[in-house]
């Protein structure tokens, strides 16, 4: 085969762990099959995690093959991420194979897909595989797994990351309303696999935050970061009524529907709407039947005795649009005084739960690291804090108006002393008597309020959320938290108190739960009750040993690619990369520091025999980890005056597994120094150390340090030494003599990496390029450009010309060093990629500012160069112009383009008869393409009609099949 089409064999991204919770709104999901409710579901990048709370495992782990090229094995994990997430109980057994857990998750790029059949799993197997764990070679592409499955239904009609679910309040998963980011909302029905119609109404620029059905899925609340919350009639697919909240933006809503029965086993049902914005308010709304639906009848006609008066009572309800009201406003939540200052900030999640016959409702404010808790009056209750609320306000008024009356009296006895100075008043009198009406949420109202006549008074006599909501407590979390949940607990023992959980998801990529109980509080008690334990069986439940609460600054792998070392801010993890397993996490600390402050982990190695690490901090100190004990057994404090940037080991033979061997370690700083250790053992317990033997004297600070390969058939070896100023240097390792000086980057050279055979060297800079060096002359082979942003990390593979690399713009790409091309574009990381650890080519991982490890394995498929560059090419042009045709072509847009010149009464109008509806379909390329060959197909059977016309006209009564059309007639070609 010619150079000019060298294949290459196909790396793909099989599986990700180190991630327990991801960014969005919606993080947290009960799965409400779970009869013990000890299970919670998670969004942590492209899998859906299920964590059990009783045992402390991950027993659900499950995503789904990328689908967006059909290339590859059809293995590979997509590089797709899930932004939103609701479960149902299917209570019909008619959804998707009978099974009663239906899940729904929507992703960034727009499509939702349903899972079910979901089953737990040991954690050991929860870990998808191409390779032989034993061998590292290559299975097969078609085993099963239990980490990737088919999804049930896929629903594609957005084009923008989905950020809201909501299946139907029934309890059937038949409907399903979904919203994304240019605000939006869909109507699906499950059953038939489809899309009923898109509702358009809200700000394009607002995403969808929230969706609720409310009384029999009739009607569809939807919340938007445009401040406004729409109520749609799903069955005249219109907006009804705008809830203006008086703040920017809706981040959260919450729906509370609750019952109770009377003496005459009637069931009293209340149902609640609840919106959280940036004010720091939370309002409710009580929502009801509208009543235009109550004056008209089924068949949309008034039930009226003539019809006369059926006319008029009908024209009266047509042009009244206070009929159509659904929700009305009951007034903010109650908020306690003692922590006015920490409600200022934006409610970004609202919950509810229901524990036997009480609600609790759950308010978290951003970046805070309390949960409010509220607890639901019953009826009975709230009505008499309404009596007790009116009954003080009356007694209020009544002395007011007796204030007034002896103030008349004596101004009339003091007439003729009108120019006497004034009485002072006295200590006890009220300066403003008019501040006491606000008192316990009461409304101002004029003065007649006792009046039951006047409109004040039927406005002040209606119940508000002060009247139905009490403030219970606080649950305070550990770190900030990101997002929260409340699980009521069945319990087997009915005599004890009833109790809920409340899980955490924290901003350190951990989850916390609380155990909330009741106690006898009194409900008059004005007091902050903050949850909390200090007994040891009681103390809340921490679930953050499977991910690094920052991001991955570094990675190494062992020799033997059993275990893999993560390195973070504060933290050190040991991996088990076969099962996915988390071994050891420590928190290495100063031992020197006054405070024993952690260390923040810059760069990290395997020693020779795999049961050691050395690790560089920030702060200069070098430390080395037992990994079975999980000790540090060695730390010298002042190794370096500044932050360790670089760390390499280096061995006298090939054996990379021999512990006997000769191991020296390279070490640079900021401190201008590259100092090299020889490795010991301890002669009082046998642990290694390490002994200073040369230092290096550089001209600027350090950024990266590199030995040459380890399995070099050269007698000398090199040490690379990228700096500060833009140069690499190379070294002779024995005599630390300057062998080479490389020029060419216009910014510092972040990572540096040699061949095996010491014949080439590439070097990634800040300035976005990647250079390949010839190490005979020191002279620049090519210069690779491509990624977007700075290059973290390089690393060649083994017995190969050919190397990998990392970048900020979250991508990493494979190169060939000896053709100076781009072979494959691998996405899959949502932020930065920080570090690679590369084996012997069987497969490679990847960390970043995302949290998560990424397993990259090599399958038997081939790669042709000009195949994916024009699969690339085509994927960019694709997409742009998807959004090019959405921005120009959009119903919205073409609406406001012809108004621009109209005057105030044609926009009004035109804005009156703007389309709130419409098909909810979502146009792609391939919907274009396959329209376009439709329209191809109709016109050459058009052609060979007109053509057979032609004939029989002429007298040639030959019927020949054309080729063309398959040797079909032209109404089969057409419908082929």
């Known amino acids: ?125 929860l870990c998808h595989s191409l ?182 009572e009908k024209r009266k309800v047509d042009n009244n649009d206070a009929l159509d009201c659904v929700c009305h406003c009951m007034g903010p939540l109650p908020i306690d005084t003692t922590m006015v200052a920490a409600n200022n900030e934006r409610i970004i999640s609202l919950r509810w739960c229901k524990q036997q016959q009480q609600q609790w409702i759950g308010v978290l404010h951003h970046n805070s690291k309390f949960v409010w808790i509220y607890q639901l009056r019953s009826e009975r209750e709230s009505q008499k804090k309404r009596q007790r609320r009116l009954r003080r306000r009356r007694e209020k008024q009544h002395l007011k108006e007796q204030k007034q009356q002896l103030q008349q009296q004596e101004n009339d006895n003091n007439s003729d002393n009108d120019k006497q100075q004034k009485k002072k008043r006295g200590f006890l009198d009220d300066d403003n008597d008019d501040d006491d009406d606000d008192e316990n949420g009461d409304t101002k109202t004029t003065t007649n309020a006792s009046s039951s006549s006047s409109p004040s008074a039927s406005f002040v006599e209606t119940m508000e959320a002060s009247d139905e909501f009490e403030f219970y407590g606080m649950i305070r979390a550990s770190h900030k938290i990101r997002d929260f949940l ?182 640079g700083s900021a401190d201008k120094s590259v100092k090299f250790w020889d490795l010991v053992e301890a002669e009082d317990d046998g642990h290694p150390t390490l002994v200073q033997t040369r230092t290096l004297e550089m001209s600027d600070e350090i950024v990266a340090v590199k030995y040459s390969s380890h399995f070099s058939f050269q007698k000398k070896k090199l040490v690379f030494v990228s700096t500060l100023d833009s140069t690499i240097k190379v070294f002779f390792e024995d005599s630390l003599k300057l062998f080479l000086s490389l020029y060419g980057h216009s910014l510092p050279a972040l990572c540096v990496s040699s061949s095996d055979d010491d014949a080439l060297l590439a070097s990634g800079s800040a300035d976005k390029t990647i250079k390949v060096w010839g190490l005979d002359f020191g002279d620049t082979h090519c210069t690779l450009h491509g990624h977007k942003d700075s290059v973290t990390d390089i690393a060649f593979i083994r017995k190969t010309h050919c190397f990998i690399t990392s970048s900020k713009d979250s991508t990493i790409r494979y190169w060939d060093a000896d053709r100076f ?58 997409a742009q112009v998807v959004t090019n045709d959405e921005q120009n072509n959009g119903t919205l847009t073409i609406l406001n383009n012809k108004r621009r010149d109209n005057d105030e009464d044609a926009i009004m109008e035109q804005q009156q008869q703007q389309p709130q509806s419409e098909a909810a379909i979502r146009k792609s390329v391939l919907s274009v393409s396959s329209g376009d060959r439709i329209m191809e197909a109709l016109e050459q059977a058009d052609a060979e009609l007109i053509a057979r016309k032609k004939k029989k006209e002429a007298g040639n009564n030959n019927s020949n099949k054309n080729m063309l059309l398959l040797n079909l007639e032209p109404s089969q070609y057409v419908s082929w």
């Open 486 to 667: 409340l699980i009521q607990e069945q319990k087997k023992n009915t005599k004890k108190k009833s109790i809920i959980k409340v899980v955490c998801a924290l901003s350190t990529n951990a989850l916390e739960v609380h155990t909330l109980k009741q106690n006898n509080k009194n409900t008059n008690s004005t007091s902050t009750t903050t949850i909390t334990s200090n007994k040891e069986d009681e103390k809340p439940l921490l679930l953050d040993m499977y991910g690094h609460p920052t991001g991955i600054r570094s990675m190494a792998i062992s020799s033997d690619h059993v275990l893999a070392c993560t390195v973070s801010k504060h933290v050190t993890k040991i991996w088990n990369v076969a099962r996915r397993s988390c071994l050891l996490s420590v928190t290495p600390s100063s031992a020197s520091s006054s405070s024993s402050s952690s260390c923040y982990g810059l760069c990290v190695v395997f020693l020779p025999g795999n049961t050691h690490v050395v690790l560089g901090t920030r702060e200069g100190t070098l430390s080395i980890l037992n990994i079975q004990s999980g000790a540090i057994v060695f730390q010298d404090d002042k190794a370096h005056g500044g932050a360790i940037w670089g760390l390499d080991v280096s061995r006298d033979n090939n054996d990379v597994d021999n512990v006997t061997c000769n191991v020296t370690l390279a070490t």
């Open 821 to 878: 091309q781009s072979i494959l574009v691998l996405e899959g990381h949502t932020a930065e990629i920080h570090c690679l650890a590369v084996t012997n080519g069987a497969f490679f991982l990847s960390g970043g500012m995302d949290r998560q490890v990424r397993v990259w394995e090599r399958t038997r498929d081939i790669v042709f160069v000009e195949e994916e560059r024009e699969r690339y090419l085509e994927q960019q042009f694709d």
């Open 131 to 312: 390779l032989n764990t034993t061998t590292n070679n290559y299975v097969s592409s078609s085993s099963s797994s239990d980490v990737l499955l088919e999804p049930r239904v896929v629903l594609n009609g957005h084009s923008t990351s989905v950020q809201a679910l909501r299946f139907g309040s029934t309890g059937s998963a038949s409907l399903l309303a979904s919203g994304c980011g240019k605000g939006t909302v869909v109507v699906w029905d499950i059953l038939s696999e489809s899309g009923l119609y898109r509702l358009l109404g809200h700000n394009p620029k607002g995403g969808i935050t929230s969706l609720q059905f409310v009384l029999n899925d009739a009607y569809l609340i939807s919340t938007s970061l445009d401040g406004l919350a729409k109520v749609w009639d799903l069955e005249g697919q219109c907006c009804i009524q705008t809830l203006v909240t008086g703040g920017d933006q809706i981040w959260s809503s919450a729906m509370i529907v609750s019952s109770s029965s009377n003496n005459n086993e009637e069931k009293d049902i209340r149902t609640r709407f609840l919106t959280g914005g940036v004010n720091g308010q939370v309002l409710v709304w009580k929502v009801e039947q509208s009543e235009r639906k109550g004056l008209l009848g089924d068949n949309n006609t008034l039930a009226t005795t003539t019809m006369q008066e059926n006319e008029k």
């Open 1 to 125: 085969m010619s150079s000019d089409h060298h294949t290459y064999l196909r790396y793909e991204c099989v599986d990700a762990f180190g991630l327990t919770v991801s960014t969005g709104m919606e993080v947290l999901e009960g799965v409400e099959g779970d009869t013990n409710n000890n299970r919670v579901l998670t969004m942590a990048g492209s899998h859906i995690l299920g964590w059990n709370l009783k045992s402390c495992q991950l027993d659900i782990k499950l995503s789904t093959p990328d689908t967006s090229t059909n290339v590859g094995t059809g293995q590979a994990l997509t590089s797709e991420h899930v932004t939103a997430i609701a479960t149902t109980i299917d209570t019909t057994t008619t959804i998707l194979n009978n099974n009663n857990n239906v899940i729904a998750t929507g992703w960034n790029s727009g499509s939702i897909r349903l899972f079910d059949n979901i089953e737990t799993k040991q954690s050991s197997s």
